[in-house]
Structure formats: C-alpha cells, structure tokens
C-alpha cells in the first residue's frame, strides 16, 4: 500500500512596505470613536505657538465630539488629493480638510453646513506686474496643488482659454507654492484665498493679482453612505455655534486681523525680527520668566510701540523701547524708561497687570486682547467699549464685538453717553491686530522659550476651542481693577 505524504512549504510573504491596509471605520455610536481625516495647515491644524494643536478645523473638531463625548482620531493624509479618496473607501467618518463644495465633488460625498467662504484667486510676486486676466498667466509658469478644486476650476477656464496650462504639485497646501512664487522660481500660484491671506505675513512680495469664479463654501465632507445620526449630529452642532456666537469667536481668532498690514508692513518687520530683535531677546525672555506671558507676545508689543526702538518718545511724553508713560513707570518702579531691559520688563508686569483686571469671565486669547487694546487706551476706556458693546447687542467678553465698538468712542453721539468720554478708539483696534499678526509671525519664525519655573493648572477647565496664549494663572483681584459690565 503506498502512503502520499504531503509537504508543506512555507515561502515567506513578502508586502509592500508602502501598502496600509486600512479598513473601514466602525460606526462611531459603537465605538465611541471619531475617525477624522485632516490635513498639517495653518488653515486646518498644525502646532501652534505653545506647541499644541490648533488650527479652525481642529478646533471645531475638538469643540464637536466634546459637546457629543466621542473620542478623536485623526488621520494625516498628505498630500491633499489623498484626503477625499480615503474618505470615499470609509477610513474615516468625515474630512475636516479644508474641502470646498463643488458640484462634481456633490455627486461623490455628503457636505455638513459652511462655516467658511474661499474663493480660488490667482497669487503673483509683485517684484513682477500684476496679472489682471488669464490672458495675462497664458505661456507662464503656473502651479496648483493636485486635487483641489482649484483643478476643477481651471479645466473649466481652459475650454475657453486652450492657451491655459498649469502644473499640479502634490503638496498638502499651497503654502510651499507660496514659498516658491516669493523666491521667483514660478511665476503664479493659483490658491484660496483665506489660505494667501495667511501666508501673506511671512512672504510680504507675494499678493493677490486677480479672482477666479465665485466664492466656495468650506465644510466637512462625508462619505455618502454616512451615519444618518452622525450626519444630522453635525448638522446641529453647526446650528448651534452659529447660533450662539462661537463660530464667529473662531473666525475671529484665525482670520479676523490678517489683512490688517501691508506687504511693507511685513517686510519691515521680517527684516528687523533679524537685525534688531537679537539684541533685546535675553530681555524678553526674562521678562517671560518674571510674567508667564510669551515672550514672542512681549516681542510684537515691543515693535507696534517703538520699532524696537529703545530711545523712542513720542510728542505725547510716551518713551522708551515699550513706550509707557511717566505714570506707568513710576508704579512700576522703572527708575529709566529708556533703558531697554527695564522697559521690557516693566512693559511685560503692565500687560500681566491689565489682563489680571479683567473680570474672571473673560477667557483668554480675549482676555489678552482686551489688554493690549488697554495698554494703548487704558483700562476706563476699554470698560467703555464694553459698555457701549452691550448696549449695541453684543457681547462684552467677546473681542470680536468689543472691537466693533472702540472706533466709536471718538463719535460725539457715542462717547458724550459713557462714563470717561472721548477716546481715539481706533488707534486701540489697529495696535491690537498689528501685534496679533506680528505675534503670528514670530511664533512659525522664534522658538519658544522654555521657563524656569513650573505653573501648576490642575484646576483650570479644560478650553478645547481656545487655549490660552499665556502660562500663568489669572490672580482674582487687582488694585486697578476698574467697574465691570454686568451680564444678564
């Protein structure tokens, strides 16, 4: 009798190392988990100044599955034109990307509410002529980053326009686009425009030469087979926020004061963050130590006020490199205002000093706007403002409705009905979203300093939408703490 025996042969298997298998997300009432698709922008989410997450998206995000008690986890696809194909395969519940709604992309994903409009804009170096038309980009070098709608847009201009060509660049966002079209090694970019308006701060010869089609509203996308209860929980909470204000808060703190300096503005800046700011550091750096307040803060306070100028005076009698007044400088015991390091430092305790007079209610980075706007105009005035914003329908603790109100505390029908009378409001605004940008600018250019000492925060609640820009504690009383607006 013959016996077969059969041989097993084990041959080792061999994958592309490349190749994820990824399989499609379970229901997030399952698991409790929400599987969020992004992208690393400073328009999404990036890391910021305090080496934490944030960004719009991310923080509707965060503020989302808070209010609903899911957990996140999200997935980086880079470059961008990976993000909406692995949404379709279900690797993720929804895409917070920074994705517009087009007509052809409705046919394959399901769109939340808009929570933002961008319109796709064609960006020029103006150490060249700017570009009026397409006529004007035929014949050059122009550059799109792969996937974006943009894409869909200039298919659509070729038909009428066969001269038009372009390169698609596989890139994340068009940041590094941006960054090209400043050094001159392309000749346009085309981009969104709420994603030029913020790279425009760090590349100052880099401007908006002319509009292609109509604005797109930005929202999450979901896969078409979507959640039903996921789906109308989103809608909801857009239903919500823009209800009661806290969209607007996060606009506000994103976009709110970029368009507020021009291309010299910038340019002056960058140049003097090289030739200037290193001199003086040490000194910020130490007055972050003594105040818990960023020192690259301090830094763009230190530039609105005097170019980082330590000799500076002003006709008002405002002097030295934080120009701060004979008053202010006695009570904070500076014996030279024009010594650089002791205005730093008596500038740094000024600011801690006016954010600690804000009532406890008004949460940071408010908190800390508020105070650069008093540093310019004083506490009474601001608490004017305050004032006159609730009597307008606003929200006193918001600065994006306070900031509606200081230019008007220099028209008669205003400032005769408040309690300290006239002010030049305005200049308070234009100080306070000058050093917001160029405190934008320092925190993707400086590093941050690392403090000596440690703050204990344990019982602080948790902010997800806003994290706070400074280290240190608000104290609950001050001697200058002046009347506060009462809340309904």
Same mark, same amino acid.
């Given at each position: 009798?013959? =016996?077969?025996?059969?041989?097993?042969?084990?041959?080792?298997?061999?994958?592309?190392?490349?190749? #994820?298998?990824?399989?499609? #997300?379970?229901?997030?009432?399952?698991?409790?988990? *929400?599987?969020?698709?992004?992208?690393? +922008?400073?328009?999404?989410?990036?890391?910021?100044?305090?080496?934490? %997450?944030?960004?719009l998206e991310y923080d509707l995000v965060e503020l989302f599955a808070h209010e609903e008690g899911y957990r996140v986890r999200y997935l980086d696809r880079q470059p961008f034109y990976q993000v909406l194909p692995a949404l379709e395969q279900n690797h993720a519940h929804l895409a917070a990307a920074g994705v517009s709604i087009t007509a052809r992309r409705l046919d394959?994903?399901?769109?939340?509410? +808009?929570?933002?409009?961008?319109?796709?804009?064609?960006a020029y170096s103006t150490d060249n002529v700017q570009p009026h038309d397409l006529r004007d980009v035929e014949g050059k070098r122009l550059e799109v980053v792969k996937g974006t709608s943009a894409v869909d847009e200039l298919h659509r201009l070729r038909q009428r326009n066969p001269r038009l060509n372009w390169t698609e660049i596989a890139e994340h966002d068009s940041e590094?686009?941006? +960054?090209? *079209?400043?050094?001159?090694?392309?000749? %346009?970019?085309?981009?969104?425009?709420? /994603?030029?308006? /913020?790279?425009?701060?760090?590349?100052?010869? #880099?401007?908006?030469? @002319?509009?292609?089609?109509?604005?797109?509203?930005?929202?999450?996308?979901?896969?078409? $087979?979507?959640?039903?209860?996921?789906?109308?929980?989103?809608?909801?909470?857009?239903?919500?926020?823009?209800?009661?204000?806290?969209?607007?808060?996060?606009?506000?703190?994103?976009?709110?004061? /970029? $368009?507020?300096?021009? $291309? *010299?503005? #910038?340019?002056?800046?960058?140049?003097?963050?090289?030739?200037?700011?290193?001199?003086?550091? !040490?000194? @910020?750096?130490? !007055?972050?130590?003594?105040?818990?307040?960023?020192?690259?803060?301090?830094?763009?306070?230190? @530039?609105?006020?005097?170019?980082?100028e330590p000799l500076a005076t002003s006709p008002t009698g405002v002097r030295g490199l934080?120009?701060?007044?004979?008053?202010?400088?006695?009570?904070?015991?500076?014996?030279?205002?024009?010594?650089?390091?002791?205005?730093?430092?008596?500038?740094?305790?000024?600011?801690?000093?006016?954010?600690?007079?804000?009532? $406890?209610? /008004?949460?940071?980075?408010? =908190?800390?706007?508020?105070?650069?706007?008093?540093?310019n105009i004083g506490l009474g005035h601001l608490e004017d403002a305050r004032v006159l914003t609730q009597r307008r329908g606003g929200n006193p603790d918001l600065w994006v409705d306070v900031k509606k109100s200081l230019p008007l505390l220099a028209h008669y029908e205003y400032y005769t009905t408040l309690k300290r009378g006239y002010c030049r409001g305005g200049e308070a605004l234009i100080l306070t979203e000058n050093i917001r940008n160029y405190y934008d600018i320092l925190a993707r250019t400086e590093e941050p300093h690392a403090p000596t000492f440690a703050v204990l925060l344990d019982d602080e609640p948790e902010a997800p939408n806003i994290p706070p820009l400074s280290s240190r504690p608000v104290r609950t009383k001050s001697p200058t703490k002046p009347p506060t607006v009462q809340m309904p």
């Amino acid at each position: 009798m013959r =016996r077969y025996y059969a041989i097993l042969i084990t041959l080792p298997l061999v994958l592309d190392p490349g190749a #994820v298998v990824q399989r499609p #997300v379970l229901p997030v009432a399952k698991t409790g988990e *929400l599987v969020v698709l992004t992208r690393n +922008s400073a328009a999404t989410r990036y890391i910021d100044s305090q080496g934490r %997450y944030a960004g719009l998206e991310y923080d509707l995000v965060e503020l989302f599955a808070h209010e609903e008690g899911y957990r996140v986890r999200y997935l980086d696809r880079q470059p961008f034109y990976q993000v909406l194909p692995a949404l379709e395969q279900n690797h993720a519940h929804l895409a917070a990307a920074g994705v517009s709604i087009t007509a052809r992309r409705l046919d394959r994903y399901a769109f939340g509410p +808009s929570y933002q409009l961008a319109q796709t804009v064609v960006a020029y170096s103006t150490d060249n002529v700017q570009p009026h038309d397409l006529r004007d980009v035929e014949g050059k070098r122009l550059e799109v980053v792969k996937g974006t709608s943009a894409v869909d847009e200039l298919h659509r201009l070729r038909q009428r326009n066969p001269r038009l060509n372009w390169t698609e660049i596989a890139e994340h966002d068009s940041e590094g686009l941006l +960054s090209r *079209l400043s050094e001159g090694k392309v000749d %346009y970019v085309v981009t969104d425009s709420n /994603v030029l308006d /913020v790279a425009r701060r760090m590349y100052p010869n #880099v401007a908006r030469g @002319f509009a292609l089609g109509d604005q797109e509203a930005l929202a999450w996308a979901f896969p078409k $087979n979507v959640d039903p209860d996921l789906y109308r929980r989103a809608q909801e909470f857009f239903m919500r926020i823009t209800y009661d204000g806290r969209l607007r808060q996060l606009l506000e703190r994103y976009y709110g004061h /970029v $368009n507020r300096l021009d $291309n *010299l503005d #910038v340019a002056n800046f960058l140049e003097r963050r090289q030739s200037i700011l290193p001199r003086y550091r !040490a000194a @910020f750096t130490e !007055a972050q130590e003594v105040t818990g307040i960023d020192w690259r803060l301090l830094a763009a306070l230190g @530039f609105q006020e005097s170019h980082w100028e330590p000799l500076a005076t002003s006709p008002t009698g405002v002097r030295g490199l934080m120009m701060l007044t004979s008053e202010t400088a006695d009570r904070m015991q500076l014996t030279d205002r024009l010594d650089p390091r002791q205005s730093i430092l008596a500038g740094a305790q000024y600011l801690q000093e006016l954010k600690d007079a804000m009532p $406890n209610r /008004v949460a940071d980075p408010d =908190r800390t706007w508020f105070a650069l706007a008093a540093y310019n105009i004083g506490l009474g005035h601001l608490e004017d403002a305050r004032v006159l914003t609730q009597r307008r329908g606003g929200n006193p603790d918001l600065w994006v409705d306070v900031k509606k109100s200081l230019p008007l505390l220099a028209h008669y029908e205003y400032y005769t009905t408040l309690k300290r009378g006239y002010c030049r409001g305005g200049e308070a605004l234009i100080l306070t979203e000058n050093i917001r940008n160029y405190y934008d600018i320092l925190a993707r250019t400086e590093e941050p300093h690392a403090p000596t000492f440690a703050v204990l925060l344990d019982d602080e609640p948790e902010a997800p939408n806003i994290p706070p820009l400074s280290s240190r504690p608000v104290r609950t009383k001050s001697p200058t703490k002046p009347p506060t607006v009462q809340m309904p």
